[in-house]
């Protein structure tokens, strides 16, 4: 299996910061990543597909980049909407493996 | 827009069998997607279990192949998850999801909380 290795597993911040998030590969996976944002009894949200894809609706704040073993999600400025927990999954081979998560916390 | 809800019982017994259903709505099951069960606990974090084409098509996760089925109803729209035998590993809160044909997850339930205990 590709192991999904996510840091920091916390990170805290303040509204307008820069934020930066990494997972790394096992293994090369190319660009088949995807990264969501998890609150609390809300559904899982697509945010970014293919490592640097902005899904529909998403703010334009949001970006991903990177390929092979290192992909980082990046917030230019974090809002007060954006505290949550976010993760990234793997869809290049089976099975899909996901990261850890990484909880961003108001400083 | 598609949205999924996931139900079931929220305690099941050490042994017992696990079984929940994901209600689609807003999309056919019957499309060029597949249909999947994704789980999250503290101690494994998140981790796929499983996928469902209309077809009747599975994948499964193989630490979990032969304990878990998969099957998918387009009758009434919704797909379905039986885990057998299971134990306090098994606690977690369940997702039910939509998957591309690449895998993309790209819609998501709000999650189900499954208790494995006597």
């Known amino acids: 299996d590709i192991q999904m290795t996510q840091s920091p597993s916390t990170l805290s911040a303040s509204v307008g910061d820069r934020v930066t998030i990494t997972c790394r590969a096992s293994q090369s996976i190319n660009q088949w990543l995807a990264w969501f944002q998890q609150k609390p009894g809300q559904a899982p949200k697509l945010l970014i597909y293919?490592?640097?894809n902005l899904q529909n609706g998403v703010p334009s704040r949001f970006s991903g980049s990177g390929s092979g073993t290192e992909l980082t999600l990046t917030i230019s400025s974090l809002q007060p909407d954006d505290f949550a927990t976010y993760f990234c999954?793997?869809?290049?081979?089976?099975?899909?493996?996901f990261g850890q998560g990484t909880k961003v916390e108001i400083k | 827009q598609v949205q999924l809800q996931e139900s079931g019982p929220g305690l099941v017994k050490p042994s017992g069998t696990l079984s929940l259903t994901c209600t689609v709505s807003g999309y056919s099951v019957i499309s060029d997607y597949w249909w999947s069960w994704v789980r999250q606990s503290p101690g494994k974090g998140l981790e796929w279990i499983g996928e469902v084409f209309h077809s009747g098509a599975t994948y499964y996760n193989p630490p979990l192949q032969g304990r878990v089925t998969i099957s998918v109803d387009t009758s009434k729209n919704l797909f379905s998850l039986i885990l057998t035998s299971v134990n306090a590993a098994d606690t977690a809160l369940y997702f039910c999801a939509r998957a591309t044909r690449q895998r993309l997850l790209d819609f998501w339930g709000r999650g189900t909380p499954v208790t494995v205990s006597s």
């Open positions: 293919k490592a640097s």
């Open positions: 999954q793997q869809y290049s081979a089976f099975p899909w493996t």
